[in-house]
Structures are given as structure tokens and as C-alpha cells.
């Protein structure tokens, strides 16, 4: 079995032990739950549909997109991106993501070369592109899939305040294609969105 067949299938697995945990009525109540500000959010259309439109982020956007999901900690880097920089580099990820979409995690690899873009921020921005099939990967969400595959989602481990030395441990890509494989087969077993199941486990994840 080659190494692609078989990560679907762990996905398929893991993502079967999630729901076990989390069934639909589950998540859909915890969706309902969620609360944050929705100002710049993926869902705010009015904010996002030139984004969508044109097939590139400006800086301004990206900006106000660090902030809504940063909350500030990275505007300084953030604002030493160029505006062209940042429309090539948004641009050639949203290119990628159409050309090889089987490979979720190109794009937000590519997303990264950005100064103070880091994988989460990332993640962000292609759910904004695409909620259906990114959702935002946090502290929150990994630690609610932990509980439910422990052993999947091993490779890292938060403390309580999801911090060491004051700074939050960082993902990698494997981490990303994880999370991104795991819950795109959730979406498929289940009438949700990508985004929707973010939110549900941001919820969900909210207890150490």
C-alpha cells in the first residue's frame, strides 16, 4: 500500500473515532456555541468577497486578517511584508490549491514564506478561500482531537495555557496535512463543512 493510500485510510479511521466521540449532534450544538468576533472572520462575506473575487490577498487584508486571528501578536512582521509580495505569494497559493488539490498542505506551505504568516495564519487564509475544505488548525482544535485520538495526535502536546516561555508551541506541515485529512473525512461523513468543524472543536477544545 503506498504511503498516500495509507494516510487516507488512517484518516478514514481517525476520523471515524472523532465522530465516536463527537457525534454530528455533537458538533452541530457546539457550533452553536462558538463565539468570536465575526469582524474579518472567514464568514464575513462583506469583508472577504474581493479577496475571492480577484484570487489574491492584499496586505491591508492580510492585516486586518492577523489581527482578527493573531489578535495583534504578529501585525509588527506582518507590516513588513510588501503589498506585492503579499499578492504573489497569496496568488500563487490559491493557484496551487487549484491545480494539485489533492495536496492540502502545498498552499499553506507556500503562505508561510510570508513574514509573520505561520501555520495557523495560514490555515486561516485558505478557509477563507475555501471553508468548505480548510479549516483553521489552533491550539484548541489539536487539543480536541487529542482527547478523542490520542495517539494520532500525539506529536505535540500542549500545557494548560497552551504556551511554553510565554510563546505557543508551533505546528508543523505533517500537522497541518493531518489535521486537514482528518477533518475533510469528518466533513464527508457528515453534512458539515471543513469550517464548521473547526468551530465545533474550538469549541470542544476549550478544557484542557
Known amino acids: 500500500m503506498c504511503a498516500r493510500r495509507k494516510a487516507a485510510v488512517n484518516c478514514v479511521e481517525i476520523a471515524q473515532r472523532v465522530l465516536a466521540r463527537y457525534p454530528q449532534a455533537t458538533l452541530e450544538k457546539a457550533i452553536a456555541a462558538y463565539e468570536y468576533d465575526s469582524n ?10 474581493d479577496f475571492r473575487g480577484r484570487g489574491y490577498m492584499t496586505l491591508s487584508e492580510l492585516k486586518r486578517l492577523s489581527l482578527w486571528k493573531a489578535r495583534g501578536r504578529q501585525q509588527v512582521n506582518i507590516a513588513s511584508n510588501s503589498d506585492p509580495a503579499v499578492k504573489a505569494v497569496t496568488e500563487a497559493a490559491i493557484q496551487v490549491n487549484s491545480e494539485v488539490p489533492e495536496e492540502s498542505v502545498l498552499p499553506i506551505g507556500i503562505l508561510t514564506t510570508l513574514h509573520g504568516v505561520e501555520i495557523p495564519t495560514a490555515s486561516t487564509i485558505m478557509t477563507v478561500w475555501d471553508p468548505q475544505r480548510f479549516g483553521i488548525l489552533d491550539i484548541r482544535v489539536w487539543r480536541a482531537l487529542r482527547k478523542a485520538a490520542p495517539d494520532a495526535f500525539r506529536q505535540i502536546e500542549f500545557p494548560p495555557n497552551g504556551s511554553r516561555k510565554g510563546y505557543r508551541l508551533p505546528f508543523g506541515p505533517n500537522d497541518a496535512a493531518l489535521y486537514l485529512c482528518v477533518i475533510r473525512e469528518i466533513a464527508a461523513q457528515t453534512s458539515l463543512s471543513c469550517r464548521e468543524i473547526d468551530k465545533a472543536l474550538w469549541v470542544l477544545g476549550d478544557d484542557p
Not at 474579518?40 to 468577497?49: I, S, T
Open 40 to 49: 474579518a472572520a472567514p464568514e464575513d462575506r462583506q469583508m472577504w468577497d
